[in-house]
């Protein structure tokens, strides 16, 4: 089991910035790679950015440029920056840990929200 817990969220104007947080704790080294998903009021969960054990990382289309993950390790944690936020960046953000052993097992944490007022 991987235990995920986000901070970091909250309220920001249009153009401003945030970072989010998510430290995982419990059976980590089987961990993948983790990253942040969010969903809207009324859309499905897509996918924000990943970043894997050895560093490669993914963006969704809307978020590139704008929007850097990172992780430490010494920390077991990951980091979300985001900058030049957006009122349709506002959502439910979802740290997600994936565990590949035979098959790909898929932890959450219990999200964040983030709004950004325009």
């Known amino acids: 089991q991987v235990q995920l817990v986000e901070s970091g969220g909250g309220l920001v104007q249009a153009g401003g910035s945030l970072r989010l947080s998510c430290a995982a704790s419990?059976?980590?080294?089987?961990?993948?790679?983790m990253g942040w998903y969010r969903q809207a009021p009324g859309k499905q969960r897509e996918l924000v950015a990943t970043?894997?054990?050895?560093?490669?990382?993914n963006y969704g289309d809307s978020v590139k440029g704008r929007f850097t993950i990172s992780r430490d390790n010494a920390k077991n944690t990951v980091y979300l920056r985001m900058n030049s936020l957006k009122p349709e960046d506002t959502a439910v953000y979802y740290c997600?840990?994936?565990?590949?052993?035979?098959?790909?097992?898929?932890?959450w944490g219990q999200g964040t929200q983030v709004t950004v007022s325009s």
């Open positions: 997600n840990a994936a565990v590949l052993v035979l098959r790909r097992y898929d932890y």
């Open positions: 419990g059976n980590i080294f089987n961990i993948n790679a």
């Open positions: 970043i894997t054990s050895g560093g490669s990382t």
